[in-house]
C-alpha cells in the first residue's frame, strides 16, 4: 500500500525556520516527481515547490523562492522541505504528494493538484508572534 507520511510541523515566531519531512512507502521516489502544497485556513490548496527526478532541479512558486528549499534523499525514498523567514502567511497544513505522470516539473501549472495521485495526512505549520 502506498503511503506518504509528513512530519516536522510546529510553533514558530516569524523568522523562524522549520523543516519539513516527507517519508514514502509503496512507491519509488526516484522516478515521479514530488509537490509540496499547504492549504491556509478558510484558503484553497495551493502547490509551492516540486522536485524533478528527471533532472533532479527544483521549482519554486514566488511567495517561497529564495525562502524554501526542496530535496530528496535516495537511501531515505524521502523528501524535505527546509523553510526559513518564515512569515505569518506561511501559516496552513502543508502536505506531500506523488504525480506518477510526470518526471519534469518546473512551471506553475505543474504543480495543479488535481495532477498528483498520493498524499499525506499532512502537518500543521503555525507561524505566530
Known amino acids: 500500500q502506498v503511503q506518504f507520511v509528513e512530519s516536522g510541523g510546529g510553533l514558530v515566531q516569524p523568522g523562524g525556520s522549520l523543516r519539513l519531512s516527507c517519508a514514502a512507502s509503496g512507491l519509488s521516489l526516484d522516478y515521479y516527481a514530488i509537490g509540496w502544497f499547504r492549504q491556509a485556513p478558510g484558503k484553497e490548496r495551493e502547490g509551492i515547490s516540486c522536485?524533478?527526478?528527471?533532472?533532479?532541479?527544483?521549482y519554486y512558486v514566488d511567495s517561497v523562492k529564495g525562502r524554501f528549499t526542496i530535496s530528496r534523499d535516495n537511501a531515505r525514498n524521502a523528501v524535505y522541505l527546509e523553510m526559513n523567514s518564515l512569515e505569518p502567511e506561511d501559516t496552513g497544513v502543508y502536505h506531500c504528494?506523488?504525480?506518477?505522470?510526470?518526471?519534469?516539473?518546473?512551471?506553475?501549472?505543474?504543480?495543479?493538484?488535481?495532477?498528483?495521485?498520493?498524499w499525506g495526512q499532512g502537518t500543521q505549520v503555525s507561524v505566530s508572534s
Open positions: 504528494a506523488a504525480n506518477t505522470m510526470r518526471r519534469l516539473c518546473n512551471r506553475r501549472t505543474h504543480l495543479t493538484p488535481y495532477e498528483y495521485d498520493y
Open positions: 522536485f524533478s527526478p528527471s533532472d533532479s532541479s527544483t
